[in-house]
């Protein structure tokens, strides 16, 4: 089992930027692959970046490549998402998830573990 708290969520000004933490404990994460979502009000869970925890090899969603970066501290155990150029269409609850088998998915349904998500708000 494994267990992930995001935290960094909050409000802040279009073109503005944020960081989300994801915790990782009950297992490394490095038996993992990650990954962040986000959902707005009314609409499905969408894939936002994802990273092969022990390659480091990342993907992104096309919206928010060039100005998302998901990164990883292993010693904390921590998953990153730096946020730049934020723009109010990126306004959403941002989901950490985590996968035991290989490989990176972009739907939800591919991840087994997630956490509770913290608030991203973005003002025009």
């Known amino acids: 089992q494994v267990q992930l708290v995001e935290s960094g969520g909050g409000l802040v000004q279009a073109g503005g930027s944020l960081r989300l933490s994801c915790a990782v404990s009950g297992r490394t994460a490095s038996s993992y692959s990650m990954a962040w979502f986000r959902q707005a009000p009314g609409k499905e869970r969408e894939f936002v970046a994802a990273?092969?925890?022990?390659?480091?090899?990342?993907y992104y969603a096309d919206s928010v490549k060039g100005r998302f970066t998901i990164s990883r501290d292993n010693a904390k155990n921590t998953m990153y998402l730096q946020m730049n150029s934020l723009k109010p269409e990126d306004t959403a609850v941002y989901y950490c998830?985590?996968?035991?088998?290989?490989?990176?998915?972009?739907?939800?349904?591919?991840?087994?573990?997630w956490g509770q998500g913290t608030q991203v708000t973005v003002s025009s």
């Open positions: 998830a985590a996968r035991s088998l290989p490989g990176v998915k972009t739907r939800a349904s591919g991840y087994d573990y």
């Open positions: 990273m092969i925890w022990s390659a480091g090899s990342t």
